[in-house]
């Protein structure tokens, strides 16, 4: 990756983490309202998986130089997505504390959660391909 990727995919990322906080402590009441659920599952729990999903993503374009070998990749998914996991609760802990308009909810962070899950290993499944289609492009130096 180039270093002008490099800071455009940060630019990206940090502006998701914006647009994360202003999606979980604006007040959107005068907002018109939507079904509240698609197919028996709320509404709001599916907001919250597409929310949270791209984190591991966003977070591996923005910073994937740090996972060259097997070992380092498990250590940048697994921070990436304790980091994912924190943001989550802190959100969710700060609705609930800092707003009169939102309620923090444990269904929420299990949202959130999952999302973060199933997206992380994605990245780790990707990153490891990759790392394996890049040793098998060195010859072998017996």
């Known amino acids: ?11 990206i990322f ?3 983490l914006a647009a994360v906080a202003l999606l979980c402590f604006g007040n959107f009441s005068s907002a018109p309202s939507v079904d509240l659920s698609f197919f028996g599952i709320p509404t709001d729990k599916i907001v919250h998986f597409c929310m949270f999903f791209p984190f591991p993503v966003l977070a591996f374009l923005a ?23 924190l943001l989550a609760v802190i959100t969710e802990i700060g609705q609930a504390k800092l707003t009169t308009y939102r309620s923090g909810d444990a269904r929420d962070f299990l949202a959130d959660f999952i999302a973060l899950a199933l ?8 990153d490891l391909r990759k ?6 492009a060195v010859p072998s130096e017996n």
């Open 131 to 136: 790392q394996h289609k890049k040793n098998e």
């Open 63 to 85: 910073f994937d130089k740090y996972t060259e070998t097997a070992r380092t990749s498990f250590i940048f998914v697994g921070a990436t997505f304790i980091a994912g996991c």
């Open 1 to 11: 990756m180039t270093r002008r990727q490099s800071i455009l995919f940060r630019v």
């Open 14 to 16: 940090y502006t998701y």
């Open 119 to 126: 997206s992380s290993l994605l990245i780790l499944y990707i």
